[in-house]
């Protein structure tokens, strides 16, 4: 029962680093501008995976807290809409500058709560000020047809409206940075937002509306903590929400859109991802395992677009895996805590962590051979140390599934279009990149390539002015560039004939 601990915002945790007194904080809910206790008696634990420790307590949402969200959610719309795109606009460029001043308590509070390396943990931060400051001058320059005389006598335009109330669900891998993905496009396209953050990984989403209620109207931005079963399943459900955005796994995805399905509501999915990662024997090999280490192993391998598929040329297989285990067995791995040269934490949490080595027991069991790494090392926190699979059967279990972890498979491969063929033939359609130094294959893969993003000698490489999303089971909608304003709006078409009642004749 909550009643019998201290409710707190997330500002008194000291960011992130110690409980409060000798207590541990149960954190409330931001509705309506302040923080909220809710309706619910109950609150579930929040972990520091890199010691395995609690740090706070966050409420179990329930169904009735949902519904005062969106409530306000409702309420502050007609004013956020009414806004000019300047004056929304304006609004985020400073909610922007708030963040950018609490940009080292926010990275801290982050490492504390997802285990990720400090510089990691700042790179998100400023990628999370970025979105906010692009979506800004983004909604200053949409652009549509053109009005004009598409039926005789009659001018037609086409109007852009917001949608409504948002919900956005967030995964715990990226809990900032996937969180300005979303709030910056449904803001600066005139919605109002109901955000559940993961139950993992609550504490910089709920600081941020702490922080952000500084210049946003009450009711813009709402967080309601809790498991996606209760508060997903509500917030997809609840009549009076017109469009739910997850970001997280493929069961996920799918259980908010079977929930959203019975009302038609329009949902918005960036799921899951297999990315394969294609070398050729021409390509730049110390460039290719740069590549894998910061894009393999960075935020512990938990990542969507994590290069964690090798297809390489077979002749140059031997030469990649001699450089590369050495590099990946460097990587300085701990508690984030140490300092700014840890590269890589642990999971997020013991069950994650458990599952991770249950890929990696079934992938020996069916023949791998662990290159390096595949365990836990000794000592507190969810660790798995950096790991190199080779020899994999064809079909592999972990070749073909999202580990979601420090896990990299190498298969090799002798022809191109073999290749290819290996590279789409997964469930998922997230991400790939291409290695190789000749002009025209570099041209020519990525359209053969079934990916919503092909980084082409480079892997993980994000631009705000670029679209992030996928095919298949990765889901659908745009996450980041002008393309996300479009999947958080609606187009209306509004036509004006021109005849003149008194039967005067047009004028040309």
């Known amino acids: 029962m909550i009643e019998a601990q201290k409710q707190v915002p997330v500002a008194h945790l000291g960011g992130g680093l110690a409980p409060v007194g000798a207590e541990i904080a149960v954190l409330t809910h931001f509705v309506d501008g302040a923080g909220w206790k809710g309706t619910g008696t109950e609150a579930q634990p929040v972990f520091n995976p890199a010691t395995g420790q609690p740090i706070a307590q966050a409420l179990s949402g329930t169904p009735a807290d949902v519904a005062q969200a969106v409530a306000a959610a409702k309420e502050a719309f007609p004013g956020w809409r009414q806004r000019t795109p300047k004056d929304r606009a304006d609004v985020l460029l400073r909610a922007a500058a708030v963040l950018e001043s609490h940009a080292e308590e926010l990275a801290h509070l982050e490492s504390v709560n997802t285990g990720k390396p400090i510089p990691l943990a700042r790179d998100d931060v400023a990628g999370t000020i970025d979105t906010l400051q692009f979506m800004a001058g983004a909604i200053r320059t949409q652009l549509s047809l053109s009005a004009g005389e598409y039926v005789t006598g009659r001018t037609s335009m086409i109007v852009r409206e917001p949608v409504g109330v948002v919900a956005a669900i967030t995964p715990w891998n990226y809990p900032l940075l996937t969180a300005a993905w979303k709030i910056g496009p449904i803001l600066a396209a005139g919605n109002t937002c109901v955000m559940k953050p993961s139950e993992q990984t609550p504490l910089t989403s709920l600081r941020m509306a702490e922080l952000l209620a500084e210049v946003l109207p009450a009711g813009v931005l709402n967080v309601v903590t809790g498991t996606g079963s209760v508060v997903g399943e509500a917030l997809a459900t609840h009549p009076d929400v017109a469009l739910v955005s997850v970001t997280g796994s493929v069961r996920s995805g799918q259980a908010v859109a079977s929930a959203a399905a019975t009302m038609l509501k329009r949902v918005h999915l960036e799921l899951g991802g297999k990315a394969p990662v ?231």
Request: overall charge negative; aromatic content about 8%; some cysteine.
């Open 278 to 508: 294609m070398v050729f024997a021409d390509a730049d090999l110390d460039a290719v395992v740069e590549g894998i280490r910061l894009a393999g192993f960075g935020n512990s391998g938990q990542d969507c677009g994590a290069a964690c598929r090798v297809l390489v040329e077979q002749s140059v297989h031997d030469e990649l895996l001699k450089r590369l285990v050495p590099v990946v067995e460097s990587l300085a791995v701990g508690d984030p805590a140490a300092g700014d040269h840890i590269e890589m934490g642990p999971l997020v949490s013991k069950a994650h962590r458990d599952s991770v080595l249950g890929f990696l027991d079934r992938a020996v069991a069916e023949g791998a051979r662990v290159a390096t790494g595949g365990r836990a090392p000794e000592g507190d926190g969810y660790f798995v140390l950096p790991t190199v699979l080779v020899d994999l059967p064809d079909g592999a279990e972990a070749t073909r599934e999202e580990i979601f972890g420090p896990v990299v498979t190498v298969e090799t491969f002798t022809a191109e279009d073999g290749a290819v063929e290996a590279a789409n033939g997964t469930a998922y359609g997230l991400s790939a990149s291409v290695w190789t130094e000749d002009a025209r294959r570099a041209a020519d893969l990525p359209g053969r390539l079934d990916f919503g993003t092909v980084w082409v000698n480079d892997h993980l490489a994000f631009a705000t002015e670029m679209p992030w999303g996928g095919f298949k089971s990765s889901g659908y909608g745009r996450d980041l560039s002008v393309y996300a304003l479009d999947d958080y709006s609606r187009t209306k078409h509004v036509m004006f004939n021109r005849a003149r009642s008194d039967g005067e004749t047009e004028q040309a």
